[in-house]
């Protein structure tokens, strides 16, 4: 049975805990900062794994917009990519 798609999911949940946590207008998270958290969480991830999320969560929230439904206040997460 593939669990991918609930393997995503929970690391997703994860990375938005972690992220509305972690930062703010003046504070930003590295990416081995992600790393490093979801693998505490049991994820082992690598740059291309987290790039693959972002971009799943951005379609998501377009896709959301799209279809007008309400979103709730989300605020501009900072991260660097370093």
Known sequence: MNHG????GV???LLKD????NTGRDRYVRRSELEAYLASKGYAVEKKTLYTDF???SRSLLV??????????CREIPFRCE
């Open 55 to 57: 971009a799943i969560a």
């Open 11 to 13: 690391r997703l949940l």
């Open 18 to 21: 972690y992220l509305q946590a």
């Open 5 to 8: 798609k609930s393997v995503i």
């Open 64 to 73: 959301r917009e799209s279809n007008g439904a309400e979103m709730s206040r």
